[in-house]
């Protein structure tokens, strides 16, 4: 019995090891910021994240104590209800969380495809997955000093080099203020080919979001590249906070 119910246990954890952590599916909306902005996607935001940046956005998919609102779903379950979300037609599949590089994505990027769907993923580049080069778009958003977090620079390196010719990568980095300006700067001259995307940050904090004070740090952004003859640069807001304000799942 003992043997039984052990043999059991590891079908099962093998089984749940298949499966992908989610914490929330949502769309069709719009890409609200990096090389994809205005795209109309779909969202599968998976749940669970090395990092714990101070400004974090989607701390309910990133904190253990959100858990009990996380499912762990099939690669047919996410595409099942990615399909009924689009009425059947193919669409860009936005890869998203926490960290979505965590999860066992290889299998439903590679069964979306077959059904016409495309997939970009948005992580922080610090861990690199051999499935990034079945990707259509890979941003990485090395997180800057005032996340809190130490910078990974190896793992954004093996991350560009996983990812290979095959998708459009891009950086896409976070600006609260000075430091974080000449990180961007210093990360981008480390890498040359990547374009370079911009984007003033959002003090998720404050319970009324302020637009205005959104707007102006965008504004402050543009003069500073500008200044600094940072011509590569690309400055935009996150667009679906500016339509949508901080609220979850549009």
Not at 74 to 100: D, F, M, Y
Not at 113 to 142: I, M
Not at 207 to 215: A, N, V
Request: net charge positive; with cysteine; aromatic share 8%.
């Amino acid at each position: 019995m003992r043997a039984r119910l052990g043999n059991a246990e590891d079908l099962g954890r093998v089984s749940r090891m298949s499966e992908i952590r989610i914490s929330e599916i949502f769309g069709p909306t719009i890409q609200g910021e990096g090389p994809l902005i205005g795209t109309p996607t779909v969202f599968v935001r998976t749940a669970g994240c090395d990092y714990r940046c101070t400004w974090c956005d989607t701390l309910y998919a990133v904190l253990p104590e959100h858990r009990e609102g996380w499912r762990f779903m099939s690669n047919a379950a996410v595409l099942g209800e990615v399909n009924r979300l689009t009425g059947e037609r193919p669409i860009v599949v936005t890869l998203s969380g926490g960290n979505p590089a965590l999860q066992p994505l290889a299998d439903l990027i590679r069964l979306g495809r077959k059904q016409g769907h495309r997939f970009a993923l948005e992580t922080q580049g610090s861990v690199a997955q051999p499935w990034f080069s079945q990707l259509d778009s890979l941003v990485l958003s090395p997180k800057p000093p005032s996340s809190g977090i130490a910078m990974n620079l190896s793992g954004l390196t093996e991350c560009i080099k996983a990812a290979g010719e095959r998708p459009s990568t891009a950086l896409k980095i976070v600006v609260f203020d000075d430091e974080d300006f000449a990180f961007a700067r210093d990360i981008s001259a480390r890498f040359p080919r990547l374009p370079v995307y911009l984007q003033p940050g959002n003090p998720i904090q404050q319970t009324e979001l302020d637009t205005r004070g959104l707007l102006e740090r965008l504004s402050r952004l543009v003069d500073k590249t500008r200044a600094a003859h940072w011509y590569d640069a690309r400055v935009l807001p996150q667009l679906h906070v500016l339509v949508w304000g901080n609220k979850r799942g549009v």
